[in-house]
């Protein structure tokens, strides 16, 4: 079983900062990309970035300059700096992972549970 476990939400002012982990556990082969997406209330699901197994990166146009997502392979973990907040930030973040359970099987997707950013303005 694989489990992906976020932290680091919060309440947070504009203009604050937030860091977001995401830990994945179980029966781990190899972790592929990485990312965070989120949901904000009444909206689709979006990307928010993503970084891959040789740590290329990719945003969304909404985030550049103000987030940045890293990886501790060793710790099989993900980050989210969040700086120079916005309300329209405001959402569940979930973390997502292409994770390979052995040498031999295809990657998996799989999600975290969430968690919630809230940004006052």
């Known amino acids: 079983q694989v489990q992906l476990v976020e932290s680091g939400g919060g309440l947070v002012q504009a203009g604050g900062s937030l860091r977001l982990s995401c830990e994945a556990s179980?029966?781990?082969?190899?972790?592929?990309?990485m990312g965070w997406y989120r949901q904000a209330p009444g909206k689709q699901r979006e990307l928010v970035a993503t970084?891959?197994?040789?740590?290329?990166?990719n945003y969304s146009d909404s985030v550049k300059g103000r987030f940045t997502i890293s990886r501790d392979n060793p710790k099989n973990t993900v980050y989210l700096q969040m700086n120079s907040l916005k309300p329209e930030d405001t959402a569940v973040y979930y973390c997502?992972?292409?994770?390979?359970?052995?040498?031999?099987?295809?990657?998996?997707?799989?999600w975290g549970q969430g968690t919630r950013v809230t940004v006052s303005s």
């Open positions: 997502n992972a292409d994770i390979q359970i052995n040498r031999y099987s295809t990657q998996y997707n799989y």
């Open positions: 179980g029966t781990i082969f190899r972790i592929n990309a």
């Open positions: 970084i891959r197994n040789g740590d290329s990166t």
